[in-house]
T-cell receptor, first 110, second 116 residues
Framework: GEDVEQSLFLSVREGDSSVINCTYT??????LYWYKQEPGAGLQLLTY?????DMKQDQRLTVLLNKKDKHLSLRIADTQTGDSAIYFC??????????FGAGTRLFVKA | SQTIHQWPATLVQPVGSPLSLECTVE??????LYWYRQAAGRGLQLLFY??????ISSEVPQNLSASRPQDRQFILSSKKLLLSDSGFYLC???????????????FGNGTRLTVT
């Protein structure tokens, strides 16, 4: 069945790079997404990548996709305290169902 | 631009009481609409989705129901709340149509429901 897995916690120092990893199971996924959730708020779409791409860069964010291993990562360069949040990986294989991971809580230490 | 509104932001209700959460979308027509529930430390569980007025699909059997009385209005309801209904409920929308079948979800700010 469809499943998305992420590690639950990541702690980094301010100014370092953060790398959040995700694995998914549905090989027919066409789009993969990264969402950010700040405390008490909804999910905000950060970026997404189409399955025929290996990499996508958007300012401080870099998404890497290894389709063979079904592995997705989000790198945040020069991590700031404002980046502290929960980051969700999600896949969509068509239809109406988007499958979310449990979220990775990023702690940024000043 | 499109916006999504969800209310109330927080709600405390006794067991056995009814529930009505409302969500409205502005700036787009005929969106796909969704209700998700987020449990602590877990991912998001899709509860219902709708592709048009009066069209509701349920993903999991539960104590909740959904309705879409207008194009951009989505309501989550229960006749009698259970303790297990506590959680964070999120409404979302996406662009409809086969051409946009992979369009991303856009979320409201959520409702924190505590059933006591």
């Amino acid at each position: 069945g469809e499943d998305v897995e992420q590690s639950l916690f990541l702690s980094v120092r301010e100014g370092d790079s953060s790398v959040i990893n995700c694995t998914y199971t549905d090989s027919s996924s066409t789009y993969l997404y990264w969402y950010k959730q700040e405390p008490g708020a909804g999910l905000q779409l950060l970026t997404y990548i189409f399955s025929n791409m290996d990499m996508k860069q958007d300012q401080r964010l870099t998404v890497l996709l290894n389709k063979k291993d079904k592995h997705l990562s989000l790198r945040i360069a020069d991590t700031q305290t404002g980046d502290s949040a929960i980051y969700f990986c999600a896949e969509r294989a068509g239809g109406f169902k988007t499958i979310f991971g449990a979220g990775t809580r990023l702690f940024v230490k000043a | 631009s499109q916006t999504i509104h969800q209310w109330p932001a927080t709600l405390v209700q006794p067991v056995g009481s009814p529930l009505s959460l409302e969500c409205t979308v502005e700036g787009t027509s005929n969106p796909n609409l969704y209700w998700y529930r987020q449990a602590a430390g877990r991912g998001l569980q899709l509860l219902f989705y709708s592709v048009g007025i009066g069209q509701i699909s349920s993903e999991v059997p539960q104590n909740l129901s959904a309705s879409r009385p207008q194009d951009r209005q989505f309501i989550l309801s229960s006749k009698k709340l259970l303790l297990s209904d506590s959680g964070f409920y999120l409404c979302a929308w996406s662009v409809a149509g086969a051409r946009h079948s992979n369009s991303p979800l856009h979320f409201g700010n959520g409702t924190r429901l505590t059933v006591t």
